[in-house]
């Protein structure tokens, strides 16, 4: 079974950045659509970005310009660059893995099968 991870995770103040990673095990991640989410306390779980197995990406509106979302040439890592961060990214962010190979971007939690197990990010004033 496949198993996600997600890192890098934290404090940081707004307008800081910071880079979150997600990994599977004994896994490469090319032929997969990855995407992350995140929920923040007391919301639902939102859709942030996607990568496809082509590298076709999708941003939510809300960080359009300040996220980059990136899988690295050995297709291990899946990275979510996050830029001057606001308040309001505040969440806990999770990496999950649409397991039909060669997908279209995908924008919902329920078209994903395997997940992380979220990372914890928080933004401070």
């Known amino acids: 079974e496949v198993q996600l991870a997600e890192s890098g995770g934290g404090l940081v103040q707004a307008g800081g950045s910071l880079r979150l990673s997600c990994a599977a095990s004994?896994?490469?991640?090319?032929?997969?659509?990855i995407g992350w989410f995140r929920q923040a306390a007391g919301k639902e779980r939102e859709g942030v970005s996607c990568?496809?197995?082509?590298?076709?990406?999708f941003y939510t509106d809300s960080v359009k310009g300040r996220f980059t979302i990136s899988r690295n040439d050995a297709a291990t890592t899946v990275t979510l660059q996050m830029s001057s961060l606001k308040l309001e990214d505040t969440a806990v962010y999770y990496c999950?893995?649409?397991?039909?190979?060669?997908?279209?971007?995908?924008?919902?939690?329920?078209?994903?099968?395997?997940w992380g197990q979220g990372t914890q990010v928080t933004v401070s004033s």
């Open positions: 999950a893995l649409d397991e039909v190979p060669y997908g279209q971007i995908e924008v919902a939690a329920s078209e994903y099968n395997y």
């Open positions: 004994e896994f490469t991640l090319d032929a997969y659509a």
């Open positions: 990568i496809t197995s082509g590298g076709s990406t």
